[in-house]
Nanobody, 119 residues
Framework: QVQLVESGGGLVQAGGSLRLSCAAS????????MGWYHQAPGKEREFVAM???????NYADSAQGRFTISSDNAKNTVYLQMNSLKPEDTGVYYC?????????????WGQGTQVTVSS
């Protein structure tokens, strides 16, 4: 089973930036795609961005132009650079990995990292 560990959350003023990281660890797996989801207080978890192996990333409309997702395949790590942050970006950011192990494909989630944007 793949374990995901996120880092990089924190408190930032509106207009500021943060960079989130998510590292996947385990054995006998190959990452197909990694992504980020956002859960605002009292709301459901929503898609932010995803990057697939050898493909262009895709973004939610709310993230387009402000956030950049990137990956280091050698390190099984995905990053989310968040610029021009807004108070509505506040919430917990979860990393997700779609990976293959043997003949099967699995999904794994990280524990989440808190981002708070003050106005």
């Amino acid at each position: 089973q793949v374990q995901l560990v996120e880092s990089g959350g924190g408190l930032v003023q509106a207009g500021g930036s943060l960079r989130l990281s998510c590292a996947a660890s385990g054995s006998g797996f190959r990452i197909n795609a990694m992504g980020w989801y956002h859960q605002a207080p009292g709301k459901e978890r929503e898609f932010v961005a995803m990057i697939r192996r050898d493909a262009n990333p895709n973004y939610a409309d709310s993230a387009q132009g402000r956030f950049t997702i990137s990956s280091d395949n050698a390190k099984n790590t995905v990053y989310l650079q968040m610029n021009s942050l807004k108070p509505e970006d506040t919430g917990v950011y979860y990393c997700q990995a779609n990976y293959r192990s043997g003949l099967y494909t699995f999904l794994s989630w990280g524990q989440g990292t808190q981002v708070t944007v003050s106005s």
